[in-house]
T-cell receptor
Framework: AQKVTQAQTEISVVEKEDVTLDCVYE???????LFWYKQPPSGELVFLIR??????QNEISGRYSWNFQKSTSSFNFTITASQVVDSAVYFCALSEWGSQGNLIFGKGTKLSVKP | DVKVTQSSRYLVKRTGEKVFLECVQDMDHENMFWYRQDPGLGLRLIYF???????EKGDIPEGYSVSREKKERFSLILESASTNQTSMYLCASSLAGWNEQFFGPGTRLTVL
């Protein structure tokens, strides 16, 4: 069965530190998509990235980077030089080929960045 | 920009009441979804719809129903609200298939 595990429930860092949020997934499909969403204190989930299972290239977007490794079924998210505005709950999610786009979410990691 | 709106940010209802949560998207998306979010449980899918008048059960459909009479609107209905349905309800839409989902601001429902 499909599953997404975010083992870190809460992380607290000081501004300018780098931080990595872990995501491990389980699926039997060979075709699937992985996502990261950010939920700031305001509550609205914001889409960050989508990756398909055939593209293992790492992605960098400003201070954000993602490391996708099929060998370990992981899709980790790193924030470089964290800022207070990065404080949020971050969700990793999986969508399998036969699921009509339904997302299976991890339980989220709450990141607190202190000044 | 895609906009997903939900009819209320906060709602307080009494046990046994019929409750309607409305969601509207303005980007002609095919798919629409209803989730509930609870502390420690993450987001769980209640129902989804991939076309007008079509609906599919998600992981936790019990106690809920949905309606999609128009492409842009997806309603979640609690036929007889119960206290265990107190939660944050999130609506989302996506273009089709495995495109990213866009979320509304959420409705925090309290059932007394």
């Amino acid at each position: 069965a499909q599953k997404v595990t975010q083992a870190q429930t809460e992380i607290s860092v000081v501004e300018k530190e780098d931080v990595t949020l872990d995501c491990v997934y389980e699926t039997r499909d060979t075709t699937y998509y992985l996502f990261w969403y950010k939920q700031p204190p305001s509550g609205e989930l914001v889409f960050l990235i989508r990756r398909n299972s055939f593209d293992e290239q790492n992605e960098i977007s400003g201070r954000y980077s993602w490391n996708f490794q099929k060998s370990t079924s992981s899709f980790n998210f790193t924030i470089t030089a964290s800022q207070v505005v990065d404080s949020a709950v971050y969700f990793c999610a999986l969508s399998e080929w036969g699921s009509q786009g339904n997302l299976i979410f991890g339980k989220g990691t709450k990141l607190s960045v202190k000044p | 920009d895609v906009k997903v709106t939900q009819s209320s940010r906060y709602l307080v209802k009494r046990t046994g009441e019929k409750v309607f949560l409305e969601c509207v998207q303005d980007m002609d998306h095919e798919n629409m979804f209803w989730y509930r979010q609870d502390p420690g449980l993450g987001l769980r899918l209640i129902y989804f719809s991939y076309d007008v008048k079509m609906k599919e059960k998600g992981d936790i459909p019990e106690g809920y129903s949905v309606s999609r009479e128009k492409k842009e609107r997806f309603s979640l209905i609690l036929e007889s609200a119960s206290t265990n349905q107190t939660s944050m309800y999130l609506c989302a839409s996506s273009l089709a298939g495995w495109n990213e989902q866009f979320f509304g601001p959420g409705t925090r429902l309290t059932v007394l």
